[in-house]
């Protein structure tokens, strides 16, 4: 199973990163992509993903430009553009917007901002994106279609929309990608969306630190867990949890172009 996107850069793994990682590569965890945050946690992504079976993108998170001003961005997506240029990385990303967190329509604007300036450094390097969306589904797909998707296109990370809406991301070469909140008892709306996307557009994923799996939802979410998604994708689509795990995977390596170097962690 590959988990095409979490957060192992992230503080709360510095304590037991490689434990985790043993932990994953035990349950068959063969590969795992690291999302961006910031510039901050950039060198550390990177330098996780030059092991075997890790992959890193690289972006803004829109939760990173909450506070920030227009001088910040231009530095920023300067910043960006080199590192990106300067390889390591096998996308861009987290970039979107979250309209649950920015309610001020000043906030929102400055997402939009930093989003069209990531895709215009996604379209001219050719990178897939990896897309956070967050109530804002018809806004982020206006400003998608206006400004355009890279030819390698990307994935909606943690999907949240509506089975109506995935067909217009799919038409972007988006691919679909279902969550953790896959596995709670009351997700009718994402097991709509999990039936309603071709078993070739559908990635899964846990986002971990964040966002535990039903039933331990209070605990700390981590990449190993990703066998209940895939149990609760399966579920929904009546198959069996390896097809899942096997097509998703091949799906996320054709995505980011990651060839079939798998996890090892000695
Ligand atoms: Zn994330």
């Known amino acids: 199973m590959f988990d095409a996107h979490c957060h192992l850069d ?14 994953a590569q035990s349950v068959g965890m063969s590969g795992l992509i690291i ?27 829109p939760w ?10 231009e530095r920023e997506l300067e910043a960006l553009h080199g590192d990106l240029l300067a390889g390591g990385f096998c996308g861009l990303g987290e970039l979107g917007l979250d309209f649950y967190r920015a309610t001020e329509p000043a906030d929102r604007a400055f997402q939009q901002k930093a989003f069209v300036g990531q895709l215009a450094i996604a379209r ?3 990178l897939p994106l990896v897309i956070h969306a967050v109530k804002c589904h018809n806004s982020l797909y206006e400003i998608l279609r206006q400004e355009g998707v890279p030819k390698s296109g990307g994935m909606m990370h943690g999907y949240s929309g509506s089975a ?8 972007l070469n988006l691919d679909i990608s279902i969550g953790t909140p896959a596995t ?17 557009r559908l ?5 971990a630190p964040d966002r535990a799996p039903h039933p331990d939802r209070h605990l700390r979410n981590t990449p190993a867990l990703l066998a209940l998604v895939i149990a609760a994708v399966a579920k929904a689509r009546g198959c069996k949890p390896d097809e899942i795990a096997r097509q998703c995977e091949r799906n996320t390596r054709r995505r980011f172009q990651l060839g079939d170097e798998r996890l090892s962690v000695a």
């Open 64 to 73: 990173a430009l909450l506070g920030k001003d227009d001088a910040w961005l």
């Open 10 to 23: 992230f503080e709360a793994f510095d304590a037991d990163r490689d434990a985790v990682l043993l932990d």
């Open 184 to 200: 709670y008892p009351d997700a009718h709306k994402l097991r709509d969306v999990i039936l309603a996307t071709p078993g070739d």
């Open 35 to 61: 999302a961006g945050y910031d510039r901050e946690r950039r060198a550390l992504a990177r330098s996780l993903a030059e092991r075997a079976g890790i992959w890193a993108t690289a972006g803004l998170h």
């Open 124 to 126: 001219e390097l050719d």
């Open 203 to 207: 990635l899964v994923e846990t986002d």
């Open 164 to 171: 109506r809406q995935i067909g217009n991301f799919l038409m």
